[in-house]
């Protein structure tokens, strides 16, 4: 008997267990994966820390967060500049000083201003209402259409008319010469990859892998006293209300003989001629030496149940039906629901140990 059942050991579950074991509480971990850490998992092959289910880099603004991560792993200072490949030209990333130059050649903020109030004012829309009106009324056409559209309906697989704004809002838009993706204060990767922390966070506690939660569903919940659930939430209730959307991926990781194939960790590819959004090439998270290379080709798939839910789609069709099942999963006093899957959110990293953390306080404090 225990007295919580964690199923899923991602970041939620993972900080969950530890904050439980913590105070002598009796956790049992399943994972459906032959390995722990969700998506964060590394897989180091040939020296190399390969992020298997997508590039992860860590940001935060939150102090609190960022020590409770550094007890686990030291990290490194690297800080996030992607490029983005557009019509055969490259362009940095976020939306800043560089990115304007390589657009229009113009180096001062007061003419970037010029020629995106221009854009912004010749559209006219004051309350955008999906994402294709939002980043036309923050940036712009020429930004949109070179940098935005093609990537955003590959990546999503509809119109970004059809996506609501806040995706957009992700990606800050400087007039500075600054390529940092991330506003955040505290940002890097850790040293040894992301399995020293869950490692750390899930020390003491006992993990069951290759343990499929549905297939003995009935079961594994008699074994304790509380369940912690961080799969998605209509495929707990077996869609009793209908199916939420998600947005699966596709990763294709290949080894190569060169040191260094791209020169950075994150490459954009925006146009709808690449099947794949980006390419990752690990070493560079860590500024790696190795001789060889490990590159990761990352391809947007459409979702069935047979694939991995990546994305939560938050249009309002999904938020409405997430609403729903939010009320279900209120109704369940033993069953907290929690993580980017459970809660239909696109949390980052840090926004997923924070609510950890909250509901964690929130459990122990009673
Ligand atoms: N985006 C874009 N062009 C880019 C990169 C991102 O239009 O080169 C948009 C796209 O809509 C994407 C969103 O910004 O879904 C968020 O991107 P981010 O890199 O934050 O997403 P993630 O790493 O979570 O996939």
Redesign the pocket.
Known sequence: MYDYLIVGSGLYGSVFAHEATKRNKKCLVIDKRSHFGGNVYCENLSGINVHKYGAHIFHTNDKEIWNYVNQFAEFNNYINSPV?LSNGKLYN?PFNMNTFYQLWGVTTPQEVKEIINKQIKEFGVDKPKN?EEQALSLVGKDVYEV??KE??EK??GRKATELPSF??K??PVRYTYNNNYFNDKYQGIPIGGYNKIIEGLLEGVEVKLGVDFFENKEDLEKLASKVVFTGKIDEYFDYNLGELEYRSLRFEHMPLEVDNFQGNAVV?Y?NAEFDFTRIIEHKHFEFGTQKNTIITREYPEKWDKRKEAYYPINDSKNSKLYGEYKKLAEQKNNVIFGGRLAEYRYYDMHQVIGAALAKTKKEFSQ
């Open positions: 983005s990333l994402l940098l935005i990537y955003t990546q999503w995706i957009i992700r990606l954009n925006n």
